[in-house]
Structure formats: C-alpha cells, structure tokens
C-alpha cells in the first residue's frame, strides 16, 4: 500500500492569507501545507480520503490520474470544497464516482453541490457520484481491501476516520470511546492530527496526540492538521518520539 500526503495543514493552510508569523513566512518547503487530505493506492485501486478546495491543484501535483472512491470523514468545507473537481476523473472515466460518507454528510452534500445530484435536466457539465452511506460498525470493501469506519468526536461533531488493512486515518479528532480503540490493535501505521501545542476544544493538541499514539502502539504514526502555531517542521520533529513524524505535503510512504 502506498500513501501520498495530499495536503497536511489546517483549515486556513500554511501559509495563512495576510499573516505575518514566522512559520507563514518559512521558505522551508515542509512549512507550506495545503489542506488535509491523502490519496491512498493497494491492488490497483486508487481512492483519496477528503477533497478539499486545494483538491485540483493536489491531483495535479501529485500525477493522481484515476480515482476510484473518495472517502469523506465529515461535512467541513476544509474536506469537501473540491468536490465539483471530481469531474475530470468522472469525463475520463465515463462513469459516476463512489463516494462514502455519513448520511448526514450525504445529505449536507445534497444541499451544497446540488446540481451533482440532481436526476432531471441535469447540466452536462456536472459531474456524477454514486452513494454509499457509511455507518459505524458496518464494514465495507473496496476492491478486495476491508475498510473499517472508526467513529470519533470534533467536538460535539461526529466524524468518521477510516482503517485500510493496517493503515488507519483519522483527522479533526478531539475525543473517540474505547470501543473504538480497540478497532485500532496491530495497526502498523496510524495517522492522526495534532493542531497545535495549546489545547484546543475539538482537536488533539500534540501532546493529546502524542498520548493517543502511545495507547495505540503503532510501529509507525504521522502527524497531519498541523497548522502554524505548532511550529517550524524542523524544530517540532526534533522533539518528538523516535517512530513519529510530521508529516508534510507531497510526503509519500509505504505500509
């Protein structure tokens, strides 16, 4: 399996528009974050988890040339805004794209990219999804590859991470039940954000991120959602364990 960090910042990206911090101002090309998503590929299949509104521009970056799912971990514009960019891959492909997600999210999704879902006099320039609701404890597969849904809290947002094989992603996580947890045991590599230092009330700090890690026991863990207040990359990677990195964009790995 291989795993391309697509973007890794916040909401706002690094740099922040009109900001004068240190970090905004870094020339270290691993202090610039688009935001947060990955493309994930294993047995021919090519699926990105979140598209947000740096979507087109990652997919060109990145060389992605077919898209077989997306997977959405919840309905914040920072993970869904580039959804109308799918169409390229829909005209190549020439038929709809999966999609899965949240029901709520679903619907969310109804509302703001309605002309995608419309079935009468449709514009022909829009492009198409196929929908697969994503519910918790409920396996599902993609290609031969079991995919399980590991339900988390942003705040008082109920937001979906995703296990592939012995890879797990999870993002804008502020609390998860032990239940949960457990659908963690053995993984190799774990993904998870880590906002900032200072804690804040719907993400992990990195400290919070760092004690999670450590209750999961993965051989490998990559922080993402980083925005600038943690810090430049160089200094923060110094300080963290000997198996945990920061990730940064255009990172690739393999599980």
């Known amino acids: 399996m291989q795993v391309y960090f697509l973007g890794t910042g916040t ?3 690094i740099p922040v528009i009109g900001s004068s911090h240190s970090v905004c101002k870094s020339e270290d090309f691993k202090d610039k974050r688009l935001r947060v998503s990955v493309w994930v590929t294993f047995d021919e299949v090519s699926l ?10 990652q997919m060109l970056t990145s ?5 077989d799912a997306i997977l959405f971990t919840h309905e914040h514009a ?3 805004a580039g959804l109308d960019d799918i169409r390229p891959f829909f005209f190549k492909q020439k038929k709809d794209i999966p999609i899965y997600a949240h029901q709520r999210v679903l619907e969310n999704f109804k509302k703001r990219f309605d002309y995608i879902f419309e079935t009468e006099n449709k514009y022909p320039g829009a492009p198409g999804v196929q929908t697969f609701e994503v519910k918790n404890n409920a396996d599902f597969e993609i ?3 079991k995919i399980t849904p ?8 109920q937001v979906f991470g995703y296990r592939i094989q012995d890879f797990v992603y999870l993002t804008d996580v502020k ?3 032990d239940s949960e947890i457990e659908k963690l045991k053995g993984v190799k590599v774990l993904v998870v954000n880590a906002l900032r230092e200072e804690p804040h009330h719907s993400h992990f700090s990195l400290q919070e991120a760092l004690d999670f890690i450590y209750l999961v026991q993965p051989e490998r863990a ?3 959602h980083i925005s600038h207040l943690l810090g430049f990359h160089e200094e923060v990677q110094k300080r963290l364990p000997a198996n945990v990195f920061l990730a940064y964009d255009n990172l690739k790995i393999t599980v």
């Open 143 to 145: 290609g031969k590859a």
């Open 11 to 13: 909401s706002q990206g």
């Open 63 to 67: 060389g992605c040339e077919k898209l």
């Open 78 to 80: 920072d993970h869904t």
């Open 48 to 57: 990105v988890i979140d598209c947000g509104p740096d979507f087109r521009q």
């Open 175 to 177: 609390t998860i039940d």
């Open 222 to 224: 990559y922080l993402t």
């Open 150 to 157: 590991i339900n988390a809290n942003h705040a008082n947002l």
